[in-house]
């Protein structure tokens, strides 16, 4: 299923905000689009959440590798506005793209910076997307870096799959030197969703409680843009925004 960013953020709109609370949790409300779009892997799709508490790592990623095949195909979860404004507010040469998934934005990225890429589980596609690229594998949670060893550090789509939010933030801020870019889904936190989400985002002063501990930069900067939470966080030394 080959969906754009925008487009899944309209569905998910009209699923989420339009729908009833009281049937959009429900399983058996829930049931039939499940199947029409996950088939077999349903099953895997409606638990777990209910079972990613007692999960590890491997456990996890052998999860999210046999469910690939029904996962939204798109090269980005990233919309149109949030690459842009990313784009915009590079700074440095050195460049750690967390979370890289099939590896667009480091392909976007690798014409003007010394990029590396690192990600959980690497995709098929991430060679194809983003030749002579750097790749580590590595959780968010456990980055295996030195302090300060990126100018930008960018996280987009990764902390709502992440266990432990705040160790993940404290890993990105340990190995930012001045630029710290997070983007999450602004999602509402249903238990039947057609992700893999664990954590969710639905108001954006709630995210900015969330980022607020333990700040490594002086100055932030928050804003939606097309359905998704962009959130900035730089040490003052640039000019940017």
Same mark, same amino acid.
């Given at each position: 299923?080959?969906?754009?960013?925008?487009?899944?953020? /309209?569905?998910?709109?009209?699923?989420?905000?339009?729908?009833?609370?009281?049937?959009?949790?429900?399983?058996?409300?829930?049931? *039939?689009?499940?199947?029409?779009?996950?088939?077999?892997?349903?099953? /895997?799709?409606? @638990? $777990?959440?209910?079972?990613? @508490?007692?999960?590890?790592?491997?456990?996890?990623?052998?999860?999210?590798?046999?469910?690939? =095949? %029904?996962? $939204?195909?798109?090269?980005?979860?990233?919309?149109?506005?949030? !690459?842009?404004?990313?784009?915009? @507010?590079?700074?440095?040469? +050195?460049?750690?793209?967390?979370?890289?998934?099939?590896?667009?934005?480091?392909?976007?990225?690798?014409?003007?910076?010394?990029?590396?890429?690192?990600?959980?589980?690497?995709?098929?596609?991430?060679?194809?997307?983003?030749?002579?690229?750097?790749? #580590? =594998?590595?959780?968010?949670? +456990?980055?295996?870096? =030195?302090?300060?060893? $990126?100018?930008? &550090?960018?996280?987009?789509?990764?902390?709502?799959? &992440?266990?432990? !939010?705040?160790? /993940?933030?404290?890993? *990105?801020?340990? %190995?930012? +030197?001045? @630029?710290? #870019? #997070?983007? %999450?889904?602004?999602?509402?936190?249903?238990?039947?969703?057609?992700?893999?989400?664990?954590?969710?985002?639905?108001? &954006?002063?709630? $995210?900015?409680?969330?980022?607020?501990?333990?700040?490594?930069?002086?100055?932030?900067?928050?804003?939606?843009?097309?359905?998704?939470?962009?959130?900035?966080?730089? =040490?003052?030394?640039?000019?940017?925004?």
């Amino acid at each position: 299923m080959n969906f754009s960013r925008n487009l899944t953020n /309209a569905i998910r709109f009209i699923l989420d905000e339009c729908i009833p609370p009281i049937l959009r949790d429900k399983k058996w409300f829930m049931w *039939l689009p499940f199947r029409v779009i996950f088939g077999k892997q349903s099953k /895997a799709f409606f @638990n $777990f959440k209910n079972n990613f @508490n007692n999960l590890d790592d491997d456990e996890i990623s052998k999860i999210y590798k046999e469910t690939s =095949s %029904v996962h $939204f195909s798109r090269l980005t979860d990233l919309n149109s506005k949030c !690459i842009k404004k990313i784009m915009d @507010n590079i700074c440095g040469e +050195k460049v750690l793209d967390a979370g890289c998934g099939r590896g667009f934005l480091t392909n976007l990225l690798k014409e003007n910076h010394q990029v590396t890429g690192v990600d959980f589980v690497k995709s098929e596609h991430f060679e194809i997307n983003s030749p002579n690229v750097e790749f #580590i =594998s590595s959780s968010v949670t +456990k980055l295996p870096f =030195s302090d300060n060893s $990126f100018d930008t &550090v960018i996280c987009s789509h990764t902390l709502e799959h &992440v266990k432990d !939010i705040h160790t /993940a933030l404290s890993e *990105l801020r340990r %190995v930012c +030197k001045s @630029n710290l #870019i #997070i983007v %999450v889904p602004k999602q509402r936190p249903y238990k039947y969703t057609f992700d893999l989400h664990v954590h969710f985002f639905p108001y &954006v002063y709630e $995210f900015k409680k969330l980022v607020s501990f333990n700040k490594k930069f002086k100055n932030d900067y928050t804003e939606v843009l097309d359905g998704d939470i962009y959130h900035q966080e730089y =040490s003052g030394n640039e000019d940017r925004l």
